[in-house]
Every structure is written in C-alpha cells, then in structure tokens.
C-alpha cells in the first residue's frame, strides 16, 4: 500500500495555560490553535517564534540563563495577550459566519459593508490579520 488511509482531525480551539515550563516554551500550535478561517495560525505562530528569539537574544546579550523562568516568562507574558485576543475575535468571526440565522446575517452583511467603506477600519484589520499590527517584535516589524 503507497497511500496511507484517509484520516481526519477536529478543528479544535485551544489554548495552552501556560506557555512556559521547566527550561521549554511552547510556540505555535503548541501553545495555541485556531480556526483556519482566516489563516491567522501560521502568523501567530511566526510572531511566537521572533518574540522568543528577541527574548532569547536580549538574554544572551546579558549573559542570562537563556532557558531560565524568568526569560521564558517574559516571552508567555508578551505573546499570551496578543494569541487569546486573536482567538476570541476567530471565535467570534466562527459564530458570525458559521450561521445561518437571519439577522446575524444582516448584521454580517452590514457589518462587511460598512468595512469595506472605512478604509482605516479596513487597513487596520488586514494590518492584523498579516501580523503586522500589535506589540511586535523586531524580527516582525516593518522596515
């Protein structure tokens, strides 16, 4: 057999409580999933990794226990704020868009709308949704 069989997975929200432990940090999916549905798992995941890296390197900088709680927690404290909010807005844009009850799809359809036509609200929200908007480390900010 060259192909394995078909197999699937839930897409399940989590979010770790904590992202640190003994000497390891959890970034990505490890720390936490979200609903594909605006593809936003992959720029939290590159945003944990630069935080951690900036965190890591300003340790290194200052001859710090690289793997110590107190560097670790620096990063879980910088990053878990910014991932929760990210994933109670996707939980929100779930339940708008997962129904089909009437009203809320008016209310999607004005709320749409009246994005479309705010070019700051939009600008602000595409900015976002790429990652390039919110307490940023250096590796994820623009030139």
């Known amino acids: 057999q060259k192909v394995s069989p078909r197999a699937k997975f839930p897409l399940v929200r989590r979010h770790a409580v904590n992202y640190i432990g003994d000497?390891?940090?959890?970034?990505?999916?490890?720390?936490?999933?979200?609903?594909?549905?605006?593809?936003?798992?992959?720029?939290?995941?590159?945003?944990?990794?630069a935080t951690l890296f900036e965190v890591i390197s300003n340790a290194y900088s200052q001859n710090r226990d690289l793997a110590s709680r107190s560097v670790l927690r620096r990063y879980e404290r910088w990053r878990r704020g910014e991932n929760a909010l990210v994933l109670k807005v996707m939980d929100g844009f779930h339940g708008l868009f997962g129904t089909d009850n009437p009203a809320l799809s008016r209310l999607?359809?004005?709320?749409?709308?009246?994005?479309?036509?705010?070019?700051?609200?939009?600008?602000?929200?595409?900015?976002?949704?790429?990652?390039?908007?919110?307490?940023?480390?250096?590796?994820?900010?623009?030139?």
């Not at 936490?32 to 990794?49: I, M, S």
């Not at 976002?128 to 623009?142: F, I, N, S």
């Open 108 to 143: 999607r359809g004005m709320g749409l709308n009246l994005t479309d036509n705010a070019p700051l609200i939009k600008e602000t929200l595409v900015r976002y949704a790429v990652g390039l908007e919110g307490d940023l480390p250096q590796l994820a900010q623009m030139p």
């Open 23 to 49: 000497r390891i940090a959890l970034i990505g999916d490890a720390a936490h999933t979200v609903h594909p549905l605006a593809g936003l798992g992959a720029n939290q995941g590159f945003a944990d990794a």
